[in-house]
């Protein structure tokens, strides 16, 4: 096996491969020559704790608790970083890894990709939710809680050698607000699979007699 080029994925919001930007993130890197692993919750349908799909080895956790509420919230953040940790350390001694890639939320795998800096591997922060903005969205406050996520958010940007964005917008933010460099950023979109669509003629009894809006000219 060749453990130069392996990458270790952190994810806590859903299990792979359920998960479908993580997934596709896994496949394109499988596809270019990566060893990948995947530390992910079990889910419904997913709750296995060792599973191998399409040459990906993934490794799961439980996680017996639903968060509700600041208590729920650091409950269940709390056992999916320690057990986040753990598993990681399997995956180095096993299959080996030189770069963490964590997708958020949580905002604190920068802990644990931190501490593998200090071991020489590299840490990249995928940026999927901007989660200050949702819990202002959701509570309608901007309290303790709404600064804390502010400073989770900006250390791990800071802990990153590299961010991902999902579009412009948050790479602005990693710009901006997590002081990331110009260079250091990059947009990784997420898209359905296009080989999976297939182009066919229109069907006119579909428009019930109405006007093509955009008609082929």
Same mark, same amino acid.
């Not at 889910?43 to 599973?51: L, S, T």
């Not at 509700?68 to 180095?92: P, Q």
């Not at 905002?107 to 800096?117: C, E, T, V, Y």
């Given at each position: 096996?060749?453990?130069?080029?392996?990458?270790?994925?952190?994810?806590?919001?859903?299990?792979?491969?359920?998960?479908?930007?993580?997934?596709?993130?896994?496949?394109?890197?499988?596809?270019?020559?990566?060893?990948?692993?995947?530390?992910?919750?079990?889910?419904?349908?997913?709750?296995?704790?060792?599973?191998?799909?399409?040459?990906?080895?993934?490794?799961?956790?439980?996680?017996?608790?639903?968060?509700?509420?600041?208590?729920?919230?650091?409950?269940?953040?709390?056992?999916?970083? #320690?057990?986040?940790?753990? =598993?990681?350390?399997?995956?180095?001694?096993? *299959?080996?890894? !030189?770069?963490?890639? &964590?997708? $958020?939320?949580?905002?604190?795998?920068?802990?644990?990709?931190?501490?593998?800096?200090?071991?020489?591997?590299?840490?990249?922060?995928?940026?999927?939710?901007?989660?200050?903005?949702?819990?202002?969205?959701?509570?309608?406050?901007?309290?303790? #809680?709404?600064?804390?996520? =502010?400073?989770?958010?900006?250390?791990?940007? *800071?802990?990153? !050698?590299?961010?991902? &964005?999902? $579009?412009?917008?948050?790479?602005?933010?990693?710009?901006?607000?997590?002081?990331?460099?110009?260079?250091?950023?990059?947009?990784?979109?997420?898209?359905?699979?296009?080989?999976?669509?297939?182009?066919?003629?229109?069907?006119?009894?579909?428009?019930?007699?109405?006007?093509?809006?955009?008609?082929?000219?």
């Amino acid at each position: 096996m060749d453990r130069s080029k392996s990458v270790l994925i952190l994810v806590e919001n859903l299990p792979s491969p359920f998960d479908r930007r993580v997934w596709q993130e896994a496949t394109a890197l499988r596809d270019a020559g990566y060893v990948v692993s995947i530390i992910c919750p079990t889910g419904r349908g997913y709750e296995g704790k060792f599973d191998v799909v399409d040459g990906i080895h993934i490794y799961r956790y439980n996680l017996p608790i639903e968060a509700e509420g600041a208590i729920g919230y650091a409950l269940e953040y709390g056992i999916a970083l #320690f057990w986040s940790f753990v =598993l990681a350390w399997r995956v180095l001694l096993t *299959r080996g890894f !030189d770069a963490i890639h &964590a997708c $958020n939320p949580p905002d604190l795998f920068f802990l644990i990709g931190g501490f593998f800096k200090l071991m020489g591997k590299r840490f990249l922060f995928d940026h999927h939710d901007i989660n200050p903005e949702l819990y202002e969205a959701k509570f309608g406050r901007r309290d303790f #809680f709404y600064r804390l996520m =502010l400073k989770l958010e900006r250390w791990s940007f *800071r802990t990153a !050698d590299v961010s991902l &964005a999902t $579009n412009e917008s948050y790479r602005r933010i990693a710009i901006e607000r997590g002081h990331k460099k110009d260079d250091d950023c990059f947009i990784v979109r997420s898209g359905p699979r296009l080989e999976r669509f297939n182009r066919v003629p229109a069907d006119p009894a579909c428009r019930r007699g109405r006007r093509d809006p955009f008609p082929v000219r």
